[in-house]
């Protein structure tokens, strides 16, 4: 299988569901213009035009069973994804990353902290749309607006009831206002 091209939902290839024999290889889900060369496939929902060398999909990455199959990924990137998601489906997107992952792979995560967001729209010396935009996402396409507010315990008990291990959680208040996180997937 070809890995060198620009793959999309509506387009004439297909990405084929990989066989276990295939090496498993590593996601950027989301990707934005945050593209991973080396071996990444960056996915994103939006049809992009990745700069050269760059594998890219078109897919919604909350949903991605007709292209890989279950344990295919050793490592996941969702920077800047999660948050995008309506509350209420946080724990099917997580499921889905979750199948995603080998065992033993890596999940790293970036979202608001909406911790950190409720100290700094306290903040009175922030213009009002700065606050705004930090809650509720820049709203520059359909897909840009934020509909869930995640904490390093919330995030870290969805992630556990996945049979997730969380190895790194960490805030970046007072200096941003989100959170990362990176856990393995258990057995």
């Known amino acids: 299988m070809r890995l060198d091209t620009v793959l999309d939902l509506a387009g004439k290839e297909?990405?084929?569901r990989l066989s276990p024999k295939v090496p498993r290889f590593k996601l950027n889900l989301g990707c934005g213009t945050d593209w991973r060369p080396q071996g990444v496939i960056n996915i994103d929902c939006r049809n992009l035009l990745p700069?050269?060398?760059i594998v890219f999909l078109r897919a919604d990455v909350a949903d991605l069973r007709e292209y890989f199959?279950?344990?295919c990924a050793e490592e996941i990137w969702a920077?800047?994804?999660l948050e995008h998601f309506?509350?209420?489906?946080?724990r099917r997107v997580l499921d889905e990353w979750v199948r995603l992952l080998a065992p033993g792979g890596i999940l790293h995560l970036r979202t608001p902290d909406l911790d950190a967001l409720?100290?700094?729209?306290a903040q009175p010396d922030v213009p009002f749309e700065g606050r705004a935009l930090r809650v509720y996402g820049g709203q520059s396409y359909t897909e840009?607006?934020?509909k869930a507010g995640l904490s390093i315990p919330y995030l870290s008990g969805l992630l556990t009831e996945r049979r997730m291990r969380v190895i790194r959680a960490a805030s970046g208040w007072p200096a941003n206002t989100?959170?990362?996180m990176d856990a393995q997937k258990v057995g």
Not at 86 to 90: A, F, N, S, T
Request: aromatic share 8%; glycine share 12%.
């Open 14 to 16: 297909k990405l084929h």
């Open 51 to 53: 700069p050269d060398g």
């Open 69 to 71: 199959n279950d344990g």
């Open 79 to 81: 920077h800047d994804v």
């Open 86 to 90: 309506p509350q209420g489906e946080l």
């Open 118 to 121: 409720a100290k700094f729209i």
């Open 144 to 146: 840009n607006f934020h």
């Open 178 to 180: 989100n959170l990362e």
